[in-house]
């Protein structure tokens, strides 16, 4: 815990330092740092979290998830000041800011250094910043369960059948959103759901039943219903679920975080993630991330290394987004997962109390 | 409510279940005047709601005599539970007296305070009729001269315990919900949307029927009536019924099952209440639109034309008739808005629950649970 506290106020001190950004030479200095920073935050997630699991006996549990949403949603201040950027949206927090005007930054490099080659840009192009404009549910879910079946089969040994997945509703639904965050929550639920078809066939004798995914648009939102016949959530478990640090399980979880890759205080460690892991169904092959992507190492991890969080990591970032995660569970028979988006551009983001993380 | 033991009873616990039920009623009679008084005076002076208010006081006077002695004797019991049926009689009109009432203040009185008064009433209503009809039911089934034609007789192999069915099939009680939502969607759309039943078609469980057809009924008269509208009834309504697995065994605690007390009914149940069942119920209507998801919980909300509900001078009966628990009638398909609430209050009685979960454009899923009520 104090770990990321250094981190933070080493972050606060370094950017609180800086002018304001009146030129090109300041930005690139200015995204220097902030890519810096970002890639020391890398662990800060896991740290977090870890850090939650051993403070259990020390805090009550609302609080401390209290304290872990909030510190996930958090705003900062800082107003880009670019002038040749498209700034999109109104506040968002820290890592979008960033990534985002890192990602902007380097659209732009190219032309302002040879002017005459500013035709190169594509005027449809497909991402602006870290938001891709045309998400296509469809194509994410398929996406995300390639790569979770993947996953699993490794886990689980080739013997082991995995379920089918079944598509269906408006399959054309597009929206613009940020990639990440979206196969990082449809991740999660997919994992969630083969995890529980496959541990609950071993008991049963049929043939696995498919995952059945239905993608539903209205003007205002799209929902995406993972329904899985993986045997449901015993009814002791669900008030835990949301929950950070509580949980039967949390010992285990705590000594699992430990091996997420890029927990490690060496940035040594850290190597640059495969370059189709996070933009496998994009083929416009010009962009190129020269930094990682927070949620690249938590997506990759193999599937026995449990760590708890997945449902509530997912529902921060859903609802920040003026989003919704909602789970049923049929006790005995499987569980529906709903997740509700709202199309970019049309509300605000949630934050839990933005008037008082703005305040100076 | 199983505590009294598997009829038929034996006298002496008759009289045990009398006594407690003597001792329940006039209290909670005497809670539903006070809510009632606490109402604002006009809403109290509509005819309908004074109406209701004096059947409760008159039943109240009838029931007071009876606290002054033990019942002790069999003819003592016997009167009381005649006058008890009597009572449990002319309080069954009360939903649609109390609606009626309700819809002719709704200048006076908020939609809000509407909700949180019936809310607290209906649910009150719930469990006293539960406990009034359950000592008429164990009363009849333990007649020790009984007729050839008796409903109530017991037999070995009965699965009844008063008004409790310890064998309850779900799936069943899904079919006579449909083949009478069916009816009155034939009759009034011309068409009739399928119902399929899935998952585990063969659970059981300990459960009030009557309540579980409230609910059924009306549940599945929302998705037959979105999934018509909205052209879709070649789609069919797809029911999951899922049993909970038997919990690992623990050391029996006795079962308190009473939900007598009022304040907070179900945590009555103690976590040793036998597994439950959830039934999902999805259609392929439309789905609830954002604007009207946040009052479908509210009573008298209903997306039903307002020209039928207004017609009340014609005596439109019928569609009153509709809601009140006990008879079927020909009814119309919708059109009070009390189904969800009242729905939710029968399932949450027993430590149930029913969620609501809108896929707006393309359908809606509903998700109720119930609890097993007691072991024997």
Sequence with gaps: ?360 | MTRHGRPPLSASTLFTSANFTLSLLPIRLAHRIQALRNLPFIVVSNPHISRIYNIYIHSLSTLLPYQERQINTLEDEIQFTEVMADLVQTHAETIPILARGFLECRKYISPADVTKFLDEHLRARVGTRLIAEQHIALHLSSQPHCSGNNQYVQDGSSTSIGVIDTALRPAETVRQCESFVSEICELKYGVRPTVIINGQPNTRLAHVPTHLEYILRELLKNAFRATVESGKEREPIEVTIAASPDPSPSPPAPIQLDPVTAPSQGDAITANAPPGVTIRIRDHGGGISPENLPNIWAYSFTTFGDEELLDLSNGNVDALNAISGANGGSSSLAGLGYGLPLGRAYAEHFGGSIVVQSLWGWGTDVYLKLRGLGKM
């Design chain 1, 1 to 360: 815990m104090s770990h990321v506290y250094d981190l933070y106020y080493k972050a606060f001190e370094t950017l609180r330092r800086m002018r304001e950004i009146k030129s090109v030479e300041d930005n690139e200095q200015y995204c220097k740092v902030v890519s810096e920073t970002l890639r020391e935050h890398l662990t800060v997630i896991p740290r977090l979290a870890m850090g939650v699991l051993e403070c259990q006996d020390l805090m009550r549990p609302e609080e401390m998830d209290k304290f872990m949403n909030t510190l996930l949603r958090s705003v900062g201040s800082l107003k880009l000041q670019h002038a040749q950027t498209l700034i999109l949206l109104q506040r968002i927090s820290r890592r979008v800011i960033a990534e985002q005007h890192l990602a902007l930054t380097e659209t732009f490099n190219s032309p302002w250094h040879f002017p005459n080659a500013k035709s190169q840009i594509d005027p449809n192009s497909e991402f602006v910043g870290e938001v891709f404009l045309r998400c296509n549910a469809r194509e994410v879910v398929e996406a995300c369960w390639n790569r979770a079946s993947t996953l699993a089969k490794e886990a689980y040994g080739s013997s082991c059948i995995l379920p089918g997945i079944r598509i269906e509703g408006h399959l054309d639904a597009t929206f613009p959103y940020i990639l990440s965050h979206l196969q990082y929550v449809i991740g999660e639920l997919l994992r969630n759901s083969i995890q529980a078809v496959v541990e609950r066939r071993c008991v049963s004798t049929d043939g696995p039943q498919p995952i059945e995914v239905l993608i539903c648009e209205a003007p205002q939102h799209v929902i995406i219903r993972i329904s899985d016949q993986g045997g449901g959530i015993p009814n002791e478990v669900m008030p835990e679920l949301w929950s950070f640090s509580k949980g039967p399980r949390s010992q285990t979880h705590l000594s699992n975080l430990s091996q997420v890759p890029k927990m490690a205080a060496t940035m040594e460690e850290l190597k640059l993630p495969d370059p189709s892991s996070d933009k496998s169904i994009v083929s416009d092959g010009n962009k190129k991330r020269s930094y990682d992507g927070s949620l690249g190492s938590l997506t990759s991890r193999p599937p026995n290394l449990r760590l708890g969080m997945g449902l509530p990591m997912s529902r921060v970032y859903a609802e920040y987004w003026a989003g919704l995660l909602e789970l049923h569970s049929l006790e005995g028979y499987g569980v529906d997962a709903f997740l509700q988006i709202s199309k970019l551009g049309n509300k605000n983001e949630q934050l839990s109390t933005r008037a008082s993380m703005d305040a100076v």
